[in-house]
Nanobody, 128 residues
Framework: QVQLVESGGGSVQAGGSLRLSCEAS????????MGWFRQAPGKEREGVAAIDIDGNILYSDSVKGRFSASKDNAKNTLYLQMNSLKPEDTAMYYC??????????????????????WGQGTQVTVSS
């Protein structure tokens, strides 16, 4: 059974940094795409960054240049380095992953059924 466990959230002041981690377990292969999503109170869940099996990364316009995603295939862990954080980055951040063998998402930043597995979320709060 696939499980995703996020860690690294917390509270920081504007301009600060945080690094989120998402460890995946239960996969029999490493050929699956993954993504980071976030949801603020009263808002829809939105894509932040997505990475395919080739290591290509797509970022949302709102975080481009400030956030950096990476994946350590040996550790089955996805990371999100968040710099220059803004109060509007405050949200619950979720890691998501596709099914084994699904290396590419047709709409990588859309929180749709292509992402079969979701983590429990980790809260990021940025104060001004």
């Amino acid at each position: 059974q696939v499980q995703l466990v996020e860690s690294g959230g917390g509270s920081v002041q504007a301009g600060g940094s945080l690094r989120l981690s998402c460890e995946a377990s239960g996969y029999t292969e490493v050929g699956y795409c993954m993504g980071w999503f976030r949801q603020a109170p009263g808002k829809e869940r939105e894509g932040v960054a997505a990475i395919d099996i080739d290591g290509n990364i797509l970022y949302s316009d709102s975080v481009k240049g400030r956030f950096s995603a990476s994946k350590d295939n040996a550790k089955n862990t996805l990371y999100l380095q968040m710099n220059s954080l803004k109060p509007e980055d405050t949200a619950m951040y979720y890691c998501a992953a596709a099914d084994d063998g699904v290396g590419y998402a047709t709409d990588p930043l859309s929180p749709n059924d292509e992402y079969k597995y979701w983590g429990q979320g980790t809260q990021v709060t940025v104060s001004s």
